[in-house]
């Protein structure tokens, strides 16, 4: 009997696919209790060639699909629906799986709980063989969050389906999607678990500083969705600021715009550069962690914008 199936969308990742699908061949769970679908957004990059004779070669079922989907949320959406197991498994191209992860996962919907579990978000952490200098991109999971993120999560599939899936105002959006089935899914009378033990490792990017600015733009979607799940609002610093961080520049701002009035509006600015020197502390040495809060200006000021745009779209307020 197929237990878990695995969905990994993929698209122009040839090389870092065929890496996450070696360390799938490795894992511990009997080869009759799993099952692999790749959904391909297809590129002529080689990646079918090599999926489908990866695919052939494995001792449980493995299954390759070429589409043309507009961002992965309906590749997961189609291999969710496609999948025969009893737990519907999310991995990212950009990640492997540790021996366990299959076998850990699984294991944790068997927890006490007053609910039934619904979900269970694995850990993740950076590749530990790729150095993270300054400019990165990588995700670090280390206790459960209320965002449920797609590059490594375990959904019992009656859940999944009970809830309807990924939501359609969410198919076509890049990032928010995973935070929405998440809370669909909790909301829906299932409890949330959590598996140090189901342990993926995801690429560390070296990124050009300009991206690295523009990434809290996918933030946009943040209000909208605090808007759909009130209990979300709760979750955020102070029910409506993202985090300690995002409410502190607020206060930057507000200094700034006070600071003709009077000399003593610059103390309103000082909680945020004591919380980013505070929250810099795993950078390491006090030039690097200055550097970081000047870098941190820029990048925050992005952040703001994304939420403010999003706030006065979904016509209430996170910031």
């Not at 679908?37 to 695919?55: F, K, Q």
């Not at 990124?207 to 609002?233: G, I, S």
């Not at 925050?300 to 914008?305: C, P, R, S």
Request: aromatic share 14%; with cysteine.
């Amino acid at each position: 009997m197929i237990l878990a199936s695995v969905v990994i969308p993929t698209h122009n990742r040839r090389v870092l696919l065929q890496r996450l699908l070696r360390s799938l061949a490795a894992q511990t769970l009997p080869s009759d209790q799993f099952e692999v679908l790749i959904v391909h957004n297809h590129t002529a990059d080689g990646t079918e060639e090599m999926a489908r004779e990866w695919c052939a070669q494995q001792p449980f079922k493995a299954r390759y699909f070429p589409k043309n989907y507009n961002g992965p949320t309906r590749s997961r959406e189609f291999g969710a629906r496609s999948a025969e197991g009893r737990y519907v498994v999310f991995i990212d191209d950009d990640c492997i799986a540790t021996p366990d992860w299959l076998a850990q996962g699984i294991a944790a919907f068997d927890a006490k709980s007053d609910a039934p579990i619904g979900l269970v978000q694995g850990m993740t952490t950076p590749m530990p063989d790729q150095p993270q200098r300054f400019p990165f991109k990588t995700i670090n999971i280390v206790e459960p969050t209320v965002f449920f993120e797609t590059c490594n999560i375990f959904y019992r599939k009656e859940a999944f389906e009970k809830v309807g899936g990924f939501s359609e105002d969410f198919l076509d959006r890049f990032y928010g999607e995973d935070t929405d089935l998440g809370w669909k899914v909790t909301q829906g009378g299932y409890a949330a678990g959590f598996a140090p033990g189901a342990l993926a490792h995801h690429e560390v990017f070296q990124v050009t500083f300009k991206q690295w600015l523009a990434e809290p733009l996918h933030f946009k979607n943040l209000p909208y969705l605090v808007k759909k799940y009130p209990a979300l609002r709760e979750r955020m610093f102070a029910h409506y600021f993202l985090t300690r961080d995002t409410c502190f520049f607020n206060l930057l701002w507000l200094a700034v715009l006070l600071s003709p009035l009077s000399a003593w509006a610059g103390l309103l600015a000082l909680p945020y550069f004591i919380e980013r020197l505070r929250g810099g502390s795993h950078v390491g040495g006090w030039k690097l962690r200055i550097l970081r809060v000047i870098a941190g200006l820029p990048r925050n000021l992005f952040m703001w914008w994304a939420l403010l745009r999003g706030s006065l779209r979904a016509r209430t307020v996170l910031l």
